[in-house]
């Protein structure tokens, strides 16, 4: 179970990063632009 939770953890974690990183490219790419 322990296990399990680490695996869950680690996913929302990195699900969670990736759409933080998302949304600062998406920012920077808006200021690029103008």
């Given at each position: ?18 759409a933080a990183v998302n949304v600062l ?10």
């Open positions: 179970m322990s296990n399990f939770m680490k695996i869950v953890v680690t996913f929302v974690v990195a699900a969670l990063t990736s490219l998406i920012k920077l790419n808006k200021r690029n632009d103008k």
